[in-house]
């Protein structure tokens, strides 16, 4: 339900909110290129920013610009220009990785995939 982009941008941020703890964003497999691409949009959309001393393209340069309980995840798709991916229900494995959030996202997941069944082909 929440694209991989998506997810690489929660364990950047997670990441930087925890000091710079790679072990969360290693599982990302992010090229090098995607991480400059992803730090450049959230640091335009104010969730992180860069110290002055810092490396653009190192994670502990980065340091929080809000609160962590003052970032939602539609900050973070904003953010990144990402997406919900309605497409499927709701696995077993994103309810043991996300949690509180995932009966949440659950219950986005379930409604909106109840809406579009009702989008017939000669309405569109």
Request: charged share 25%; net charge negative; hydrophobic share 35%.
């Amino acid at each position: 339900m929440i694209t991989p982009m998506t997810q690489a941008a929660i364990a950047v941020l997670n990441n930087i909110y925890a000091g710079g703890d790679t072990t969360r964003t290693d599982a990302c497999r992010l090229t090098e290129q995607d991480l400059d691409v992803l730090l450049s949009k959230l640091l335009r959309a104010g969730l992180i920013k860069l110290s002055d001393r810092g490396e653009s393209r190192n994670i502990r340069s980065y340091s929080p610009a809000r609160e962590s309980s003052d970032v939602s995840l539609l900050d973070i798709l904003e953010a990144t220009g990402e997406h919900l991916n309605c497409n499927h229900p709701t696995t077993e494995e994103f309810h043991m990785r996300y949690g509180k959030a995932a009966q949440k996202l659950g219950i986005v997941n379930y409604i909106t995939r109840e809406y579009l069944k009702e989008i017939k082909l000669f309405e569109l």
